[in-house]
């Protein structure tokens, strides 16, 4: 059984930092593409970047792009999302998932619980 359990979040300030964390267990993590999506508030899902198997091949949403950075420990089976320079447009629950930007997330059904994270002054 896919369990994947993401943490970190929080209430931040715009400019601020954060590092989200995602536990994932029930599959062969490392041999896994996997991705960062997020949900703002009344909208859909949002892929936000995804790294490959090894790590060594990274891509993000031009909404990203520069401030945020992925990646992951296989060995410990976890996935990491550091955001920097955080903006009012990324107030999301933040999800992680197998898959890549081509994904149909609205297809995926282990979803985790999110981490909420709210940047506000």
């Given at each position: 059984?896919?369990?994947?359990v993401?943490?970190?979040?929080?209430?931040?300030?715009?400019?601020?930092?954060?590092?989200?964390?995602?536990?994932?267990?029930?599959?062969?993590?490392?041999?896994?593409?996997?991705?960062?999506?997020?949900q703002?508030?009344?909208?859909?899902?949002?892929?936000?970047?995804?790294?490959?198997?090894?790590?060594?091949?990274?891509?993000?949403?031009?909404?990203?792009?520069?401030?945020?950075?992925?990646?992951?420990?296989?060995?410990?089976?976890?996935?990491?999302?550091?955001?920097?320079?955080?903006?009012?447009?990324?107030?999301?629950?933040?999800?992680?998932?197998?898959?890549?930007?081509?994904?149909?997330?609205?297809?995926?059904?282990?979803?985790?619980?999110?981490?909420?994270?709210t940047?506000?002054?």
């Amino acid at each position: 059984e896919v369990q994947l359990v993401e943490s970190g979040g929080g209430l931040v300030q715009p400019g601020e930092s954060l590092r989200l964390s995602c536990a994932a267990s029930g599959f062969t993590f490392s041999a896994n593409v996997m991705s960062w999506v997020r949900q703002a508030p009344g909208k859909g899902l949002e892929w936000v970047s995804s790294i490959s198997s090894g790590g060594s091949i990274t891509g993000y949403a031009d909404s990203v792009k520069g401030r945020f950075s992925i990646s992951r420990a296989n060995a410990k089976k976890t996935l990491y999302l550091q955001m920097n320079t955080l903006r009012s447009d990324g107030t999301a629950v933040y999800y992680c998932a197998p898959g890549d930007r081509s994904t149909n997330w609205s297809r995926f059904a282990s979803w985790g619980q999110g981490t909420q994270v709210t940047v506000s002054s």
